[in-house]
């Protein structure tokens, strides 16, 4: 995509355009500004859409962004400042008062019910009803498949939430927003967890609406989406608007200049060898557990100070190969040879993983990482209390609370304490609180699935530099994302999966994007 030379100032949503206070603005934001204890999550902060356009709101985790968005559906509703629908003021007092206004959204924490089927998690609230209150299931079921179908999802309306991967379930998410046939869409990082098929699918969905005059607010880290899709961008950096541009008048560079306020540098770690003695050998892994996608005879080497990407498409086994080496699965599914430095077989469970060196950042942090109700500090701990407890096991509090505030300001912890709820941060920075959880652990191997999914690009930065730090102190690391050029910047060596079995194997010199696409996609045996 062409794209011109940038905007010369920094410009305010009334600024932009006389066309945003005229009719064909549906929405205006004035002077928002909103507080919570110990931090203002957002200072006068304006923005407006037009009809029939997709809008892409960006910044840092912790910008401010979600916080505007909530506001905008109507689960915080009490601000400072005024909104405009249509040029008439309203004050929505409920997420169910946004439906009634046309405002819908698709947050980034999945607001879904496991215990629940698919069509009921997208008819949930607004269930459809015969005669005498009788629910219309038949109807709900129908009306899900074909939402599904219209997002090229192939899920069966009747499954439960919880039977479902993390990418199934944005796509449930999504189609139950496309359901409520909203005036304004909301989608905040709607594509973090879908492949790059169900991406492209989503996007022509999105521009179907937006000819349709359907008005689109899209929050995303990724810069390609954004150039791809946007009409206008508004960025926000510490609570505060920062500009809001034509997207054809931005380029990449100034747009992460807003977004940080500083300049990044090179985001790629120095080269390693990666050539040390094996850490960990596999040999013959395999896992057949009813539900779950299985492994089929897997064998490869993780040397000592190495970075090991595993590759693959949404369903390739990815996530289920780091959870069998974590211990996830019962043994009776299992059948492996693994050594793990001088220890022969796998583990039994994750605790006993954790014990002998073993840390494992999942992807979904909400589900499987944090304890939301708890703070900073109790999460950032849990795998390591053990080494501050002293005599009798009490926990040394004081080396504990030093510990936790000085891995917090090496990951730029944004938080108002180390004693703050973790369910009141971003959700970039309840990641790098999975992060410090096992970065105070210590541990030899470090598995990582996406671990920047849904985080900044500031914050990728940081990450990157991070896994460079610990490999040079001698922590080695497995990557799984499904960001290609996250895999080629960080990777010694690339491993690709593909339903199950590996299917390609890089070094850092013959990996390209194209070459992993293609094992990615090869329906063949194992490679040797």
């Given at each position: 995509?062409?794209?011109q030379?940038?905007v010369?100032?920094v410009?305010?949503p009334?600024?932009?355009?006389?066309a945003?206070?005229?009719?064909?603005?549906i929405?205006q934001?004035?002077?928002?500004?909103k507080?919570f204890?110990g931090?203002?999550a957002?200072?006068?902060?304006s923005?407006?859409?037009?009809?029939?356009?997709?809008?892409?709101?960006?910044?840092?985790?912790?910008a401010?962004?979600s916080?505007l968005?909530?506001i905008l559906?109507g689960i915080?509703?009490e601000?400072?400042?005024?909104?405009?629908l249509d040029?008439?003021?309203?004050?929505?007092?409920?997420v169910?008062?946004?439906?009634?206004?046309?405002?819908?959204m698709?947050?980034?924490?999945?607001n879904?019910?496991?215990?629940?089927?698919?069509?009921e998690?997208i008819?949930?609230?607004r269930?459809?009803?015969?005669l005498f209150?009788?629910?219309?299931?038949?109807?709900?079921?129908?009306e899900?498949?074909?939402?599904l179908?219209?997002l090229?999802a192939?899920i069966?309306?009747q499954?439960?939430?919880r039977?479902l991967?993390?990418?199934e379930?944005?796509?449930?998410?999504?189609?139950?927003?496309l359901?409520?046939?909203?005036?304004?869409?909301?989608m905040?990082?709607?594509t973090?967890?879908?492949?790059a098929?169900?991406v492209?699918?989503?996007f022509?969905?999105?521009?179907?609406?937006?000819e349709?005059?359907?008005s689109?607010?899209?929050i995303?880290?990724?810069?390609d989406e954004v150039?791809?899709?946007?009409?206008?961008?508004?960025v926000?950096?510490?609570?505060?608007h920062?500009?809001?541009a034509?997207a054809?008048?931005?380029?990449r560079?100034?747009?992460?200049?807003?977004?940080v306020?500083?300049d990044?540098?090179?985001?790629q770690r120095?080269?390693?060898?990666?050539?040390?003695?094996p850490l960990?050998?596999?040999?013959h892994?395999?896992?057949?557990?009813?539900?779950?996608?299985p492994?089929?005879?897997?064998?490869f080497?993780?040397?000592?100070?190495?970075?090991?990407?595993?590759?693959?498409?949404m369903?390739?086994?990815?996530?289920?190969?780091?959870?069998t080496?974590?211990?996830?699965?019962?043994?009776?599914?299992?059948?492996?040879?693994i050594?793990?430095?001088?220890?022969?077989?796998?583990?039994r469970?994750?605790a006993?993983?954790?014990k002998?060196g073993?840390g494992?950042?999942t992807?979904?942090?909400?589900a499987?990482?944090l304890?939301?109700?708890?703070?900073?500090?109790f999460n950032a701990?849990?795998?390591?209390?053990?080494s501050?407890?002293?005599?009798?096991?009490?926990?040394n509090?004081?080396?504990?609370?030093?510990?936790v505030?000085?891995?917090?300001e090496q990951l730029d912890?944004?938080?108002p304490?180390?004693?703050t709820?973790?369910a009141?941060?971003?959700?970039?920075?309840?990641?790098?609180?999975?992060?410090?959880?096992?970065?105070l652990a210590?541990?030899?191997?470090?598995?990582l699935?996406?671990p920047t999914?849904?985080i900044?690009?500031?914050?990728?930065?940081?990450?990157?530099e991070?896994?460079?730090?610990?490999?040079?102190?001698g922590?080695?690391?497995i990557?799984?994302?499904?960001?290609?050029p996250?895999?080629?910047?960080?990777?010694d060596?690339?491993?690709v999966?593909?339903?199950?079995?590996?299917?390609?194997e890089?070094?850092r010199?013959?990996?390209?994007?194209?070459?992993?696409?293609?094992?990615?996609?090869r329906?063949?045996?194992p490679?040797?």
């Amino acid at each position: 995509m062409s794209m011109q030379q940038p905007v010369n100032a920094v410009t305010s949503p009334a600024q932009t355009d006389s066309a945003a206070e005229s009719s064909d603005s549906i929405l205006q934001m004035r002077a928002i500004t909103k507080a919570f204890p110990g931090v203002t999550a957002l200072s006068d902060v304006s923005f407006d859409l037009r009809r029939g356009e997709i809008h892409c709101l960006m910044g840092e985790n912790g910008a401010g962004k979600s916080t505007l968005m909530k506001i905008l559906s109507g689960i915080y509703t009490e601000y400072e400042g005024e909104m405009l629908l249509d040029g008439k003021a309203v004050r929505l007092q409920s997420v169910r008062d946004a439906w009634n206004h046309g405002i819908s959204m698709i947050h980034q924490e999945l607001n879904l019910v496991p215990e629940l089927t698919v069509y009921e998690n997208i008819y949930l609230g607004r269930e459809l009803q015969g005669l005498f209150g009788v629910r219309r299931n038949r109807d709900m079921i129908d009306e899900s498949r074909r939402l599904l179908q219209e997002l090229g999802a192939d899920i069966d309306s009747q499954t439960p939430i919880r039977r479902l991967r993390v990418g199934e379930r944005q796509l449930v998410e999504i189609a139950k927003a496309l359901g409520l046939r909203s005036h304004i869409l909301i989608m905040d990082e709607p594509t973090s967890a879908l492949s790059a098929a169900e991406v492209d699918h989503l996007f022509s969905v999105m521009r179907k609406l937006r000819e349709s005059g359907v008005s689109i607010i899209y929050i995303s880290h990724r810069m390609d989406e954004v150039f791809a899709l946007a009409d206008r961008i508004t960025v926000l950096r510490d609570g505060r608007h920062i500009v809001t541009a034509p997207a054809s008048e931005l380029t990449r560079t100034q747009l992460i200049h807003h977004m940080v306020g500083r300049d990044l540098g090179d985001m790629q770690r120095r080269s390693s060898s990666g050539s040390g003695e094996p850490l960990l050998k596999v040999r013959h892994l395999s896992l057949n557990r009813p539900g779950v996608i299985p492994l089929k005879d897997i064998s490869f080497d993780v040397h000592k100070g190495e970075v090991l990407g595993i590759a693959g498409l949404m369903g390739a086994g990815r996530t289920e190969l780091l959870e069998t080496l974590f211990g996830v699965h019962p043994s009776k599914y299992v059948v492996n040879e693994i050594v793990f430095k001088d220890r022969v077989g796998g583990f039994r469970s994750p605790a006993e993983a954790i014990k002998h060196g073993l840390g494992y950042v999942t992807e979904d942090r909400k589900a499987k990482s944090l304890l939301l109700g708890f703070s900073v500090r109790f999460n950032a701990t849990l795998a390591s209390l053990h080494s501050f407890a002293g005599l009798l096991s009490v926990v040394n509090r004081r080396a504990e609370n030093e510990a936790v505030r000085r891995t917090v300001e090496q990951l730029d912890i944004r938080t108002p304490s180390i004693e703050t709820r973790v369910a009141n941060l971003s959700g970039g920075n309840q990641q790098k609180v999975v992060l410090a959880k096992f970065l105070l652990a210590k541990p030899d191997l470090l598995l990582l699935d996406e671990p920047t999914r849904g985080i900044d690009v500031g914050a990728k930065a940081q990450i990157y530099e991070l896994v460079s730090q610990l490999v040079e102190r001698g922590t080695t690391c497995i990557v799984v994302s499904s960001e290609m050029p996250e895999l080629l910047a960080v990777c010694d060596r690339i491993l690709v999966l593909c339903e199950g079995r590996l299917t390609g194997e890089f070094s850092r010199a013959e990996a390209t994007q194209e070459a992993i696409l293609e094992a990615a996609m090869r329906f063949e045996s194992p490679v040797n």
